[in-house]
């Protein structure tokens, strides 16, 4: 813009350089004041990294086990028997959201020991046979397990025909909480919402619920962590941490794997509903059966939301990158009405988080100050043991001091600053006069009735069929010139089709020069109003599904061809080779041999869609397709039609209606012609 207001008058050079110093000098300045308050702001207002939202969170995650004991008393045939099979166990993941000892879980981690579902003594039953009946009656025979898997299988049913209905059944159901110091506390459920539950029929049951429960351990001072306040994004970072079955069943990992969570990373991709309406945040973060109930933080360790449920496959293996979590506020909702009315407060937290910011910043002494202070509190926990053991061998031997760079990068800090500034003086001076298409629908709610003129090139104007509506034409070798019926203190909107609006610039400035006061240039041009979805005319009568085609066209990229009358385009069985065609000019004849008879199924004309059955269909070509007249066609790839299909509703509309219309006139040639499919 600047270029060509210095060579369209000399007059005007240095008031457009005194401008430009003085945009240019304000922006350097800004941004130096920018830098200045960045570089000594204060250390409260700096995000957390990675690292550190991951160990300011970790500690307060704890394991969770819901364990069921049982005595069996049945009768496999040879008198009442008592035994103790093996427990039923679940295992999950829990996170502390009060320091005096107030956990959150998943419900449906906990639910086999607080309201001993049907499924889960049925499941006792079943282990008490094996232990009861199977066994001894292997052994009698002089089997093993797995030996004669008929006869055992014979001995398994007829036991359990004799003795699951009669069975007795006393539980002993309790639920701990295991800290990463390995203590194991027990826990006691005190508000609980059910987990989701559908019946046969696919229908959510009457106490689907939310899928959270609260639990209590001792008191104590614990770990905590605080729900975001945020409105999560798509996008935003989470972090899930948890104790996944995998991990723990692992044969070459040791007992310390039940010890400390595990980490996996991942974002928010997307908001999802449940079954009866309820919220849920989407994950690509990965999860595995052992993450429920366990916490989804962000980057500043704060709670985006809580494990719920994974997605399977047909086959019943987990499919990642497809998980799901209860949102935070909805936790938030659910601890209303208990004694948790701060959650994330805990006197473990602040010397924990001082700790790890002392660390990191290198402040060695002060990080084992505090990070021993944070395990007196707590004694042992995974992550404080070990950070606190790194931290007073970097006061035993302290790393190399690094060389002081501050000073050097703040002086170049300050010279970035200024040529960005500068920068991005030049860019605004560039853009000043630019509008984006939804800045020109403003103009036009405003009353302030635009103009919109069209200043496409002579060839460009010539190759599209599409105009704004209402625009009027100007050529633009012609703007120095020309009058256009515009009254000078009109607004008007210049648009063109060449890269970075080059045509609409000049021209704009001509304009200007020659005493229209306000012209403005559209951003984008033809290309960027057609992707805004906004409204446009056809210069000449077009077919529906031609015009919106052209709307999603940029036409500067797209492959042409050329036939001349009588040429063949695609015949007849031909490979369609991902290719269909739009009639850009000129006629086209479908032909289609019957019986060694060739016949005229059809004649299409400018704005018309060619070829696209084949695509559909993933066949050959069903009819052949000559050139009438010099005929001008873009080709449109399979995957660019796609796209379009997916993406343009009302191109989708208007194959739908043609698609339709095809159907209805082929019934109509088969019923004249009395076929019956």
């Not at 110093?21 to 350097?28: E, K, Q, S, Y």
């Not at 996008?235 to 969570?261: K, M, R, W, Y």
């Not at 595990?262 to 989407?282: F, R």
């Amino acid at each position: 813009m600047m270029a060509s207001l210095v060579w369209s008058s000399r007059a005007i050079v240095p008031a457009v350089r005194s401008v430009v110093r003085c945009r240019v000098m304000r922006a350097l300045l800004l941004g130096l004041v920018a830098a200045s308050m960045l570089l000594v702001g204060p250390r409260d207002a700096r995000a957390l990294t990675v690292q550190e939202a991951i160990l300011r969170a970790k500690p307060a995650v704890a394991l969770v086990t819901a364990e069921i004991r049982a005595d069996v008393t049945m009768n496999c045939g040879q008198g009442l028997v008592t035994v103790s099979p093996s427990p039923f166990v679940e295992t999950g993941t829990g996170w502390f959201v009060d320091g005096r000892g107030w956990l959150v879980t998943n419900a449906h981690v906990v639910d086999p020991a607080h309201r001993l579902p049907p499924w889960v003594t049925h499941e006792l039953k079943k282990k008490a046979i094996e232990q009861a009946c199977v066994e001894p009656q292997l052994r009698a025979q002089g089997l093993m397990r797995g030996q004669r898997p008929d006869v055992e299988e014979r001995i398994r049913r007829q036991a359990t025909d004799q003795a699951l209905a009669t069975a007795k059944v006393a539980t002993f159901p309790r639920i701990t909480v295991m800290l990463s110091n390995g203590a194991k506390l027990p826990a006691e459920v005190k508000k609980f919402s059910p987990p989701p539950t559908l019946g046969s029929d696919g229908r959510p049951l009457p106490d689907y619920g939310r899928d959270l429960a609260l639990l209590r351990v001792k008191d104590g001072v614990y770990p905590a962590i605080g729900l975001s306040k945020r409105e999560f994004q798509i996008g935003d970072p989470v972090h899930i941490l948890g104790f996944p079955g995998v991990v723990l069943s692992h044969e070459l990992l040791n007992q310390s794997a039940t010890l400390e969570a595990s980490v996996t990373n991942g974002a928010v991709s997307g908001v999802k509903q449940d079954a009866i309406g309820q919220d849920l945040v989407q994950t690509d973060a990965p999860a595995a059966h052992g993450n429920s109930g366990g916490p989804a933080i962000t980057d500043d360790a704060s709670l985006v939301g809580v494990m719920t449920f994974v997605s399977l496959s047909a086959s019943g293996a987990i499919v990642q990158g497809y998980n799901f979590l209860i949102p935070a506020k909805d936790v938030a909702k659910f601890l209303q009405g208990t004694e948790v009315t701060r959650p994330g407060e805990s006197q473990f937290n602040a010397v924990w988080a001082a700790g790890i910011e002392a660390f990191l910043t290198g402040s060695y002494s002060t990080a084992v100050a505090k990070i021993g202070e944070a395990n007196a509190l707590l004694p042992g926990l995974t992550d404080v043991k070990r950070l606190l053991a790194e931290t007073e061998e970097k006061v035993k031997h302290p790393p190399p001091r690094p060389f002081p760079w501050a000073w050097a990068t703040l002086g170049v800090t300050f010279l970035s600053v200024g040529a960005y500034g500068g920068m991005w003086g030049k860019r605004w001076w560039k853009n000043r006069y630019r509008v984006q298409p939804t800045q020109v629908i403003g103009f036009i709610e405003r009353g302030l009735s635009p103009v919109l003129l069209d200043v496409r090139t002579k060839t460009d104007y010539e190759t599209s069929p599409l105009k704004l509506p209402g625009a009027i034409r100007l050529e633009p070798e012609h703007a120095a010139t020309a009058d256009p019926p515009i009254v000078r203190e009109q607004l008007i909107v210049a648009y063109c089709t060449s890269p970075e609006e080059a045509t609409s610039a000049r021209v704009a400035a001509v304009l200007r020069q020659r005493g229209w006061k306000d012209v403005r240039i559209l951003k984008g041009g033809l290309g960027g109003w057609t992707n805004a979805r906004l409204p446009v005319e056809a210069k000449a009568s077009l077919p529906s599904i031609g015009l919106e085609i052209y709307k999603s066209l940029s036409l500067g990229d797209i492959e042409r061809r050329t036939f001349k009358p009588g040429e063949f385009i695609f015949r007849e069985g031909d490979d369609p080779r991902g290719e269909a065609y739009l009639i850009h000019a000129g006629a086209v004849e479908i032909r289609r041999s019957f019986d060694g008879t060739e016949k005229v199924l059809n004649r299409q004309g400018e704005g018309e869609l060619l070829g696209e059955m084949a695509l559909f269909r993933k066949g050959p070509r069903s009819a052949s397709a000559v050139a009438t007249a010099d005929t001008e066609l873009l080709i449109i790839k399979e995957e660019r039609l796609e796209w379009l299909i997916r993406n343009r509703p009302q191109l989708t509309v208007e194959l739908l209606k043609r698609l339709s219309n095809l159907v209805v006139a082929t019934d109509q040639e088969r019923a004249q012609a009395g076929i019956v499919r």
